[in-house]
C-alpha cells in the first residue's frame, strides 16, 4: 500500500470540480460541446447617456460567421465557431475552446433607436452601439427666477 502526502490543494480542486458539475447539471448547462453543439460567448453590456454598448468576444471567427439581427426590439447575436482541423482531432490530448453554434438574445429597452445600431468587429470582439432615441435623453430644464 502506497503512502501518499495529503495536500489540501488537490482536496480543494477535487471539492471546486464537484460543485461545477453540480451547478452545470442543475442549470442543464453542459460543457461538452461535442454533444451540444453550442456554447455562449462571454458578454459585456454597459451603459452611457447616450447609448448602451455590447462587447462580446468571438475568438477565432470572422464577421463572415457571425449574424446580429434586431427584431420585436430583441437583439440577436448568433453564429459558429467550426474546428479547425476536424481530420486531425483524434490526435487532441486536450480540447477546452468551445466549437459549434451560439445564440444569444437581449431585450432591448424602449429607449434605444434600432435604426441607428452600429457593429463593428476587429480581433475577435464584436462591439455594438445601441444609440438612445433623442427623446429619452435627460434633458436639463432651466428654471426662470422672477423678481418682484
Avoid: C
Wanted: no cysteine; charged share 30%.
Amino acid at each position: 500500500m502506497a503512502i501518499t502526502k495529503y495536500n489540501p490543494i488537490r482536496e480543494m480542486v477535487g471539492l471546486s470540480n464537484s460543485l461545477n458539475r453540480m451547478f452545470e447539471e442543475m442549470s442543464g448547462f453542459n460543457t461538452d460541446t461535442e454533444i451540444t453543439g453550442s456554447w455562449a460567448p462571454a458578454v459585456d453590456v454597459s451603459e452611457s447617456e447616450n447609448a448602451i454598448e455590447i462587447k462580446a468576444d468571438l475568438p477565432g471567427m470572422t464577421e463572415k460567421d457571425i449574424d446580429v439581427t434586431v427584431e420585436n426590439n430583441t437583439l440577436t447575436i448568433k453564429g459558429e465557431r467550426k474546428f479547425e482541423n476536424e481530420d486531425k482531432r483524434e490526435n487532441y490530448h486536450r480540447i477546452e475552446r468551445q466549437y459549434g453554434s451560439f445564440y444569444r438574445s437581449f431585450q432591448l429597452p424602449n429607449t434605444v433607436d434600432v435604426t441607428r445600431i452600429n457593429a463593428n468587429f476587429k480581433n475577435g470582439i464584436l462591439e455594438l452601439a445601441l444609440p438612445k432615441r433623442e427623446e429619452t435623453k435627460p434633458k436639463k430644464i432651466s428654471i426662470n427666477v422672477k423678481q418682484k
